[in-house]
């Protein structure tokens, strides 16, 4: 006899589907972890969800853990509103922007894109580090305020716009 426990931010219960594996478990407590239920905050952080598994044993009665896998789940941050009229960004990776562009990192890679209606940066990072476990490999998004180069780069597009 065997059961599954999930433990998600400290809150533990029982997994009542039948999984064939503590793999299949796990992906259970994926599709059942809620996201929503977190706050986001202004860089991604990472809840963890933990799977046990546990035997029954008949001699001591009682159950044994044997297993234990684990899964960071991401909360992202809310992407800030732009400062266009419909308060949507429009992404862009211009060239003449040292910050932007695809940087390797890790195993993976920084894209940091630039909007060209306020300047904000967003960069997508595939191999972050969740700073509380030191846990690499992992996906996080984060925006990073204007600075002088974007906000130059964005009104002399602006200028270059009205001069057509
Ligand atoms: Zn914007």
């Not at 599709?31 to 963890?48: G, H, M």
């Not at 562009?101 to 967003?122: I, M, S």
């Amino acid at each position: 006899m065997r059961r599954y426990r999930v433990s998600e931010n400290g809150h533990e219960y029982l997994v009542t589907e039948a999984p064939a594996s503590i793999g299949e478990a796990l992906e259970l407590a994926k599709r059942n972890f809620d996201s929503l239920a977190y706050e986001p905050k202004e860089s991604t952080y990472w809840i963890d969800l933990v799977v046990y598994e546990d035997h029954w044993d008949e001699e001591a009665g009682r159950w044994r853990q044997v297993a234990e896998a684990v899964c960071p789940m991401a909360i992202f941050p809310l992407e800030p509103p732009c400062t266009s009229r419909d308060g949507l960004h429009w992404w862009c990776t211009p060239r003449e922007l040292p910050r932007v562009g695809t940087f390797p990192h890790g195993d993976g890679f920084r894209f940091v894109d630039v909007c060209a209606y306020c300047g904000l940066y967003k960069v997508i990072d595939t191999w972050a580090t969740n700073p509380e476990d030191g846990r690499e490999g992992l996906l996080s998004v984060e925006f990073m305020e204007p600075d002088e180069a974007s906000v130059e780069w964005m009104s002399r597009r602006k200028k270059e716009a009205s001069d057509v």
